[in-house]
């Protein structure tokens, strides 16, 4: 049995690491109740420029700009990979890394190359272990800088898009249902998808332009992948801040529990020693009694 000393030691260690965890806890809830907001207030912008985009599409020629294009064969990939910077966020990064291998080993296999933009440290270390490198790497996100990010990542791959340097882009991250839920999504930005036709849709109507339909579609098209990726990252930040919080709480829970135990495990080394203190004086007097007697 341990001695009381060592008992003690593991339970002021204990208590140590708990106060960083409740503290690692709280920070996350306050971060996640800011991003939580942020995120509600651009979901409905960034659906109703997604909706618009889609019927522009359906409406237009895709002659009229590079972005419409539609390529016969999808033969190259361009995967948008988000994850964390930092761990203590329970399974956040290893459900993405792990789900994406196995995309990567069962669809991915029908293009002959996929490319990759990794944001976030998490994801880019852990494949560069795999010798696949990215195109381009971001790490540093947060809620100060990502729209910065998002405007020079889509800036990147509308460019890359327009060169015909890759046929389809993917973006693959977190989608924030709730505090306790978070789904890995794989959303394609382009090819834009043309909205869905209904009966009284069959033939659509064309818009009017103002100016003109092509500085129309260039100011249109170029935001709507700014839009798409800057949403993207809201939702990853939002889940990172909301699983870190969650597994920083059942840390806290779990070293509520061995503080218990260790408390529980020091009382009974005590009393064993108390006993055993006992058990010397009553054997040392009983000794001496009888000695007495002789």
């Known amino acids: ?44 912008y960034s659906d109703a420029f997604m909706e618009i985009t889609k019927n522009l599409a359906r409406r237009c020629d895709p002659e009229r700009h590079p972005l419409l294009r539609r390529p016969e064969q999808m033969k ?44 976030g440290r998490r994801g880019r270390d852990h494949f560069s272990r795999n010798k696949i490198t990215g195109v381009e790497n971001y790490t540093g996100i947060n809620e100060r800088n990502y729209k910065e990010i998002a405007e020079k990542v889509a800036s990147e791959l509308v460019s890359e898009y327009i060169r015909e340097e890759t046929d389809e882009i993917i ?51 170029t935001n709507y992948v700014r839009v798409r990726v800057e949403r993207a990252i809201e939702e990853s930040l939002t889940s990172e801040h909301a699983s870190r919080m969650t597994a920083m709480e059942s840390a806290t829970s779990n070293a509520d529990d061995v503080i218990k135990k260790l408390t529980l495990l020091a009382n009974k080394t005590r009393q064993a020693m108390i006993t055993t203190e006992l058990m010397d004086i009553v054997n040392g007097t009983e000794a001496l009694r009888k000695g007495g007697a002789d």
Do not use: W
């Not at 329970?90 to 069962?106: A, D, P």
């Open 76 to 119: 190259r990939l361009h995967l948008v990979f988000m994850t964390s910077d930092r761990g203590l966020c329970g399974s956040f990064n290893s459900n993405l890394i792990r789900k994406l291998e196995t995309y990567l080993v069962t669809d991915a296999k029908k293009y002959e190359e996929v490319k990759f933009t990794f944001l």
């Open 171 to 221: 973006l693959v991250y977190n989608y924030f249902r709730s505090a306790l839920t978070q789904v890995m999504v794989y959303e394609r930005i382009l090819p834009i998808e043309q909205g869905a036709e209904t009966k009284d849709d069959s033939t659509p109507v064309d818009y009017l332009y103002e100016p003109t339909r092509e500085a129309v579609l260039k100011k249109l098209l």
């Open 1 to 44: 049995m341990a001695s009381i000393r060592q008992v003690r030691s593991k339970i002021k260690s204990v208590k140590g690491t708990r106060r960083i965890m409740s503290a690692m806890k709280l920070i996350s809830a306050v971060k996640l109740r800011r991003a939580q907001e942020l995120l509600l207030s651009f979901r409905p």
